[in-house]
């Protein structure tokens, strides 16, 4: 596939600027009010910096869901199954880096239906 290449999701999307067998990056747009699945990755690893826009990310410490707001400039690096997911409180921008296992992704919960 040519890059970079966009993946519409329902709550904004992807855009994927590099990928190869060692390592992918990318740009998440995520409109407001939206939020992603609230996922873990069994492989994947990745480090999430917002570039524009504020998000609420969640991460699961020991049985409860830690929220914590996020803004430009500001980083965090999720292992891999680590519970996690990121709402946008304004339009916001996202940059990914992360190992190229772009299918692993195990939801736990999905406002827009998905599995």
């Not at 990928?19 to 998440?28: E, L, P, Q, S, W």
């Not at 570039?51 to 980083?75: D, H, N, Q, T, Y």
């Not at 916001?92 to 992704?105: F, I, K, N, Q, R």
Request: with cysteine; net charge negative; charged share 30%.
């Amino acid at each position: 596939m040519e890059l970079p290449y966009r993946v519409e999701k329902p709550w904004g999307y992807e855009l994927v600027w590099a990928r190869t067998d060692r390592y992918v990056g990318k740009i998440i747009h995520i409109e407001p009010g939206h939020l992603l699945s609230l996922q873990y990755h069994n492989q994947k690893d990745e480090t999430i910096f917002v570039l524009r826009g504020e998000i609420i990310f969640r991460i699961k410490e020991g049985e409860k869901l830690v929220e914590r707001r996020m803004r430009e400039g500001e980083s965090c690096h999720i292992p891999p199954l680590t519970v996690h997911q990121m709402e946008a409180v304004s339009s916001a921008d996202l940059l990914e880096a992360s190992t190229p296992e772009l299918d692993d992704v195990v939801r736990l919960e999905d406002r827009y239906g998905r599995v």
